[in-house]
């Protein structure tokens, strides 16, 4: 069975840093590209950030480019969220979603498997 | 950026009634619209991909259709348990969008 567990959001200032992690297990994690999308409260989903199966390719919407990056340990089965430079509006339930087919790249593809998500709350 | 439109934006519901919620892109995206649904406090669930293939494990209450820019979420004979908010996605460009939602409310 498919697992994502999501870690490493909380409280922190404008301006401040947090990495996420999505521990994976359940799959060959390698064989697919994964995801982050979050959702503010009482908020619609929104897509923020993918990388392909051997991170060779990544992407981000405009409000996080230059200020997110997003990586991968295979090793380790682990997806990352490097976030910086934070604000009020990244303030969310930050969830990790893995590609319903492997070797994908980051379009043509949806997502069959999510976390629970970890909660990044921006505020002084 | 691809946006996606669902309509209604909520809707209250009696079982066993039908319900249809429609998704309108913003370009033409061929079958790249996906359906979850997201019940309260919990992660969304995959429950159409390529606008109209089922999964496995999903009740067959829930149907999708369309292609292009109009896409259609069918649920006949609602359960109790269908109270939820169902969105719809489109995987052909970056970024990937998701509808507004639409939240089904149980009477």
């Known amino acids: 069975e498919v697992h994502l567990v999501e870690s490493g959001g909380g409280l922190v200032q404008p301006g401040g840093s947090l990495r996420l992690s999505c521990s994976a297990s359940g799959f060959i994690f390698n064989n697919y590209a994964m995801h982050w999308v979050r959702q503010a409260p009482g908020k619609e989903l929104e897509y923020i950030s993918g990388v392909t199966p051997l991170g060779s390719s990544t992407y981000y919407r405009d409000s996080v480019k230059g200020r997110f990056t997003i990586s991968r340990d295979n090793a380790k089965n682990t997806l990352y969220l490097q976030m910086s430079r934070l604000r009020a509006e990244d303030t969310a339930l930050y969830y990790c979603a893995k590609d319903t087919e492997p070797f994908g790249e980051l379009l043509f593809n949806c997502f069959d498997s999510w976390g629970r998500g970890t909660l990044v709350a921006v505020s002084s | 950026e691809i946006v996606l439109t669902q309509s209604p934006d909520f809707q209250s519901v009696t079982p066993k009634e039908k319900v249809t919620i429609t998704c309108r892109a913003s370009q033409s995206i061929g079958s790249h619209l996906h359906w979850y649904q997201q019940k309260p406090d919990q992660s969304p669930k995959l429950l159409i991909k390529?606008?109209?293939q089922s999964l496995s494990g999903v009740p067959s209450r829930f149907s999708g259709s369309g292609s292009g820019t109009d896409f259609t979420l069918t649920i006949n004979s609602l359960e109790a348990e269908d109270a939820a908010t169902y969105y719809c996605?489109?995987?052909?460009?970056?970024?990937?969008?998701f509808g507004q939602g639409t939240k089904l409310d149980i009477k």
């Open positions: 996605h489109q995987g052909i460009a970056l970024p990937h969008t």
């Open positions: 390529y606008a109209s």
